[in-house]
């Protein structure tokens, strides 16, 4: 199955998943998707991730979290697709819900939250902002 937006396509499977109240959910395997998830691990935004073979086929299975039964993740949204790339410099990475949240940025160091970004004084594409 091809897709145009891998990491929109993962977003949107742990958007649902977490809605549903899901304990884990299976998403195909890449590197971006690796990265992303290792930043939301280190946020506290998930369990973690494993990566795991069905079918002969790579995949990660990534285990929600959840406080007093309400999923950690509130709002998951994606920023730059791949018909819109939104790149920005250091000093316009924007704050999520006056810091609350994170927003996860590409730069040339590796992909990154926005508070990494800024202390490594590094700018780039902004994929997606968790809250």
């Known amino acids: 199955m091809y897709l145009s937006d891998p990491l929109g396509d993962m977003l949107t499977r742990i958007r649902n998943a977490s ?4 304990s884990t959910v299976r998403t195909p395997a890449s590197k971006i998707r690796q990265w992303v998830l290792d930043v939301l691990q280190s946020e506290g935004y998930i369990r973690g991730y494993e990566p795991v073979t069905v079918d002969g086929h790579p995949e990660l ?5 959840y ?5 950690v993740i ?3 949204r994606r920023i730059s697709t791949p018909g819109r790339r939104v790149y920005t410099g250091v000093r316009e990475i ?4 006056q810091g609350l ?3 996860i940025v590409s730069t040339p160091k590796g992909v990154m939250s926005d508070a990494q970004a800024r202390t490594a004084n590094v700018g780039g594409e902004v994929l997606c902002t968790v809250f």
Do not use: N, T, W, Y
Request: avoid cysteine; charged fraction near 35%.
């Open 19 to 22: 809605m549903r109240g899901k």
């Open 61 to 65: 299975e990534i285990s929600l979290k």
């Open 67 to 71: 406080f007093d039964g309400q999923p």
């Open 74 to 76: 509130r709002e998951l």
């Open 94 to 97: 924007p704050q999520v819900r």
């Open 101 to 103: 949240g994170v927003a």
